[in-house]
Nanobody
Framework: EVQLVESGGGLVQAGGSLRLSCAAS????????IGWFRQAPGKERKGVSC????????YVADSVKGRFTISGDNAKNMMYLQMNNLEPEDTAVYYC?????????????????WGKGTLVTVSS
């Protein structure tokens, strides 16, 4: 059974940093794409960044490029999202997700398994 549990959200001032963590179980990072998505109040959920091991592709949304970095630790079954230079527009519930994706297929439109999310609030 795939399980994903996020942590690390909170309140931060604009310009600050946070690192989100996601504890994963039930799959290996070699087999499943992993990703971070977010949903701001009143808006649809969107991809932030993801990695597809089938072709070693990393995708990053334009809105966070240069500020957010996705990473994973196979030995610990953990994935992370390092968020720097946060902006009020980054305020959202952040979800980690995982699922199989073949080579050449983007992981930014959604994956099969989801955590429950962690809230990030950026104050101006």
């Amino acid at each position: 059974e795939v399980q994903l549990v996020e942590s690390g959200g909170g309140l931060v001032q604009a310009g600050g940093s946070l690192r989100l963590s996601c504890a994963a179980s039930g799959f290996t990072f070699d087999d499943y794409a992993i990703g971070w998505f977010r949903q701001a109040p009143g808006k649809e959920r969107k991809g932030v960044s993801c990695f597809n091991p089938s072709d070693s592709s990393t995708y990053v949304a334009d809105s966070v490029k240069g500020r957010f970095t996705i990473s994973g630790d196979n030995a610990k079954n953990m994935m992370y999202l390092q968020m720097n230079n946060l902006e009020p527009e980054d305020t959202a519930v952040y979800y980690c997700a995982a699922g199989p994706r073949g080579a050449g297929f983007s992981c930014m439109y959604g994956l099969d398994y989801w955590g429950k999310g962690t809230l990030v609030t950026v104050s101006s």
